[in-house]
Every structure is written in structure tokens, then in C-alpha cells.
């Protein structure tokens, strides 16, 4: 069964920092494309930040400059470095990826839990 799980999700300060990682588990061929998402109750599920599998990189453009995305793809785990945290950073993320995966066999989108993050002002 394939599975992602996040964590480092928690209470912070603003001006605070934390660090999310997403942990993939499960038959995995390859991944392709992972992202962090998050959302806040009412909302759509909005993109953070995303990297491909040849280590490209975007931001949406309310946390360039403060959030950086990485992956270690030996371990398949991905991060989220949040810095400079804000109140209106506030949601529960979610660790989204697109991979193949051996059983069940193909290319899918698969997602996490989610983690919750506060930031406090």
C-alpha cells in the first residue's frame, strides 16, 4: 500500500520557522512530481510550492523568498523549510505526489493526512 505521511507540523510564533517533511512508503516505481498544498476551512486546497523529479522548483507568490521545497529522492522524503511564518500561513498542509508505482500498477496522484500548522501573532 502506498502511503505518505507528513510531519513537523505545530505551534509557532510569528517570525517562527518549521520545517514539514513527507515520508512515501509502498511499491514504488518512481516519482515524478511532488507539492505541498494547504488549506484553511471554507478555501480550496491552494499550491505552495512544488518540485519535479529533475529538481525544478515553484512558489506561489505569497511565500517565495521564505518557504523552500527539496526532496531526497534516495529516501523518497520531501520538505518544506517554512521561515518567516505569518498568521495567514495558518492551514493544514498536504503532501501531494505523482508517482508509478508498482502495485497497484500505474501513475497516480497520491496525498497525505496533513499536518497542521498555527502561526500565533
Known amino acids: 500500500q502506498v502511503q505518505l505521511v507528513e510531519s513537523g507540523g505545530g505551534l509557532v510564533q510569528t517570525g517562527g520557522s518549521l520545517r514539514l517533511s513527507c515520508a512515501v512508503s509502498g511499491r514504488i516505481f518512481s516519482i515524478n512530481d511532488m507539492a505541498w498544498y494547504r488549506q484553511t476551512p471554507g478555501k480550496q486546497r491552494e499550491l505552495v510550492a512544488a518540485i519535479t523529479r529533475g529538481g525544478s522548483t515553484n512558489y506561489t507568490d505569497s511565500v517565495k523568498g521564505r518557504f523552500a521545497i527539496s526532496g531526497d529522492n534516495g529516501k523518497n522524503t520531501m520538505f518544506l523549510q517554512m521561515n518567516s511564518l505569518k498568521p495567514e500561513d495558518t492551514a493544514v498542509y498536504y503532501c501531494?505526489?505523482?508517482?508509478?508505482?508498482?502495485?497497484?500498477?500505474?501513475?497516480?496522484?497520491?496525498w497525505g493526512q496533513g499536518t497542521q500548522v498555527t502561526v500565533s501573532s
Open positions: 501531494n505526489a505523482k508517482m508509478v508505482t508498482i502495485w497497484p500498477p500505474g501513475e497516480r496522484v497520491y
